[in-house]
């Protein structure tokens, strides 16, 4: 979806009505996990990328395959916040909330600030249906005094609108989302073509009709009801000059592996077990096999990493891909590569827990997990990328990094980033770095623990070249030889070569670059998908008159050189993290620091609001 490639809004007749030119905006869909919310969502962020507005979006989806209809487990909802100028978040609250049964409703309007639109199809709104969404009473009257409510029999006029096609009622109903999204087209002055053209790629007969005229008729509603007496425009965003698209983080991170086996040209391999909500990097990777990536669905998880760790030394780019709970069931074999070195990517893309947990709610509680949920001393570099087209580059470094250390590398991704999107501008291939591998190939003192003076990586020896033949596996193998050794002062010397090669990757980390005056009062601390909440409730504030400075962390092990130096500069350090403290802890040991922890555990993004609160205090104290 290119901003550059495509015209301004144009939903076809011109409007009749005026038209109210607004920076930004909010929208919330929200009904049963049946009702499409997800692809309604979807297909609105497709038409705001193609108006060239910059967008970020927070889909937010029950666990359950299919909860109850009608009840509040089973409500899903796609937030998109869309403007003119950069944005950094979904936003804290809906604008407009699109509601299509009172569970929707209850689940929602508590996030609707009081004076902003709700969309209701008014259709749902039996005594039986808010019965079972949990109201006592009819909850309209109220609504109607504190927001801008308004009413529309959405499941009937898409049944009007769909008489004399052959389908069921079932199938009738299942298309009422596109009304709503034909009218949200209209309402926002997005366009309509893309959708209409999706349609026709995906459907065919009555089906492609009823979603074509569905949609022709929730656009057409808004044009001549009274209900709207204007409809708003958000002007295009100010951006530099490229191509870009609309991309989730699990896009991008798959997007990124089929990148690095062109970049190194050497063939990627991907084991993975299904797990929400790193699946769809499965799947997406899976399409791409033109470029020579393999894909390998395993039984389990131990399975899926162990295969990855057999083709590493086969000699392919070896990835795994997981969450919280199947990482776990990956150390026993991450230990195996830390001992064998051999490079390897583990992407853990976390969830809320613990065990099975809230597979679909977003969490950072595996920092710990990744730097010591092995046992005995197993380092290994820790990444994180803080935005969804981030995760692209991210794993560009992380398959570098592996394979420049010969070393397991572990990416920590969350669910906020792998199910939200952003508009990400196309890099230039060209540009990309390459990385040229070198495997070991000749026999005349080859030794296979035998160390690289700068790095300390060991030799890469296919198996099968001649003279290179060599013992591995998960034994304490002797220094240079690589030969099974259990003498204490050679497990010793292991060990901290093993921690120091780790620890060596700090010399090519980039320096830790200050938002904000370099020395102070507050710098504010973060790491992963905070990113986005942290920058605008940082800007917020300033705005306000406070003085205050921010860094954000990719690499989490090992810290970059600097890191210590920076956060000795300032005065108070507060670090926002959807867990318990965890990376407050790690900096408090590593640099014997004070840190203030901004924390939730909810299963939710940070809220602007929130770490506004959690940093006004601190500033007041001052």
Known sequence: MSSSAEPPPSPGALPTKPVEEIDRVAI????????????????????????????????????????????????????????????????????????????????????????????????????????????????????RDRYRVVEIPITSLNRAALQGLALSQREVDRSKNFFALGLMYWLYNRPVESTERWLASRFKG???????????????????????????????????????????????????????????????????????????????????????????????????????????????????????????????????????????????????????????????????????????????????????????????????????????????????LANSAEPWKIPDVSALPRTEIRFETDPEGFQPYRRDPETLARPWAIPGTPGLEHRIGGLTKENVTGNVAYNPANHEEMVRLRAAKVAGIARDLPPIEVDGPDRGGVLVVGWGGTRGGIRAAVEDLREAGHTLSSIHLRHLNPFPANLGDVLRRFEHVVVPELNEGQLSLLLRAEYLIPSHSINKVSGQPFKISEIRAGLEPILGAR
């Open 206 to 416: 009555d089906l492609l009709e009823a979603n074509l005229r569905t949609l022709k008729s929730g656009h057409a509603f808004g044009e001549t009801t009274e209900l709207f007496p204007a409809s708003y425009l958000v002007p295009r965003a100010k951006i530099d000059a490229g191509v870009y698209r609309n991309i989730t983080g699990n896009t991008a991170l798959a997007w990124g592996i089929v990148a690095a086996s062109v970049q190194m040209d050497r063939p990627v391999f991907l084991g993975a077990y299904p797990i929400t909500p790193a699946s769809d990097v499965l799947h997406e990777v899976a399409r791409h096999r033109n470029f020579g990536v393999k894909t390998f669905q395993a039984e389990d998880e131990i399975a899926a990493v162990s295969a990855a760790i057999g083709a590493s030394f086969a000699g392919h780019l070896a990835v795994a891909t997981t969450s919280g709970p199947g990482f776990v069931l990956k150390q026993e074999a991450l230990g195996l590569a830390v001992m064998t070195e051999l490079p390897l990517v583990v992407v853990d893309i976390q969830r809320a827990g613990p065990s099975t947990g809230s597979p679909t709610k977003v969490e950072q509680g595996d920092l710990l997990l990744a730097l010591y949920g092995r046992h005995s001393q197993t380092p290994v570099p820790v990444l994180a990328p803080d935005s969804p087209g981030d995760c692209f580059h991210v794993m560009l470094e992380a398959f570098r990094m592996s394979v420049r250390y010969m070393t397991p590398v572990i990416v920590l991704s969350d669910g906020y």
């Open 28 to 143: 919330r869909f929200a009904g049963d996990s049946g009702d499409g919310m997800q692809l309604t969502g979807t297909k609105f962020t497709e038409a705001t990328a193609l108006a060239g507005n910059d967008l970020s979006t927070f889909p937010d989806y029950p666990a359950e395959i299919r909860a109850p209809a009608g009840t509040l487990a089973g409500v899903s909802g796609f937030q998109i916040h869309f403007a003119s100028e950069d944005i950094y978040t979904p936003a804290d609250q809906p604008d407009v909330l699109v509601a299509f049964n009172p569970a929707a409703l209850r689940a929602n309007a508590k996030d609707v600030p009081p004076g902003a639109m709700i969309i209701l199809n008014i259709d749902a709104f039996t005594s039986k249906a808010m019965a079972r969404a949990g109201y006592e009473q009819d909850p309209l009257p109220k609504l």
